[in-house]
Nanobody, 120 residues
Framework: QVQLVESGGGLVQAGGSLRLSCLASGSIFSIHAMGWYRQAPGKQRELVAIISSGSRTNYAESVKGRFTISRDNANTVTLQMNSLKPDDTAVYYC???????????????WGQGTQVTVSS
């Protein structure tokens, strides 16, 4: 019913930048929030940044001042990552909280994940 297509990611040296994008498509009535989570090997998945339909944003303390989340349009979320550190290495997952057509409740969807590797 809903597809999330992630792009961006890859390998970068410490101090470099990467940009992640996620496009949501399908039977979507409205999107409440979009964001990014990440999971490093041996660690739990954690919130990186999230933006609501009202453009309120929330960031993990570890990325504040370095990462910026934005909604390019109603169904696309972008994460600009600057001053990357080796600790940012993880699989990054797109997250969307939305209401499907012909539905009256919120449902979560996740992307398949994109690898971000920061070398020292």
């Amino acid at each position: 019913q809903v597809q999330l297509v992630e792009s961006g990611g890859g390998l970068v040296q410490a101090g470099g930048s990467l940009r992640l994008s996620c496009l949501a498509s399908g039977s979507i009535f409205s999107i409440h929030a979009m964001g990014w989570y990440r999971q490093a090997p041996g660690k739990q998945r954690e919130l990186v940044a999230i933006i609501s339909s009202g453009s309120r944003t929330n960031y993990a303390e570890s990325v504040k001042g370095r990462f910026t989340i934005s909604r390019d349009n109603a169904n696309t979320v972008t994460l600009q990552m600057n001053s990357l550190k080796p600790d940012d290495t993880a699989v990054y997952y797109c997250y969307v909280d939305l209401i499907l057509r012909n539905s009256d409740h919120l449902t979560d969807y996740w992307g398949q994940g994109t690898q971000v590797t920061v070398s020292s």
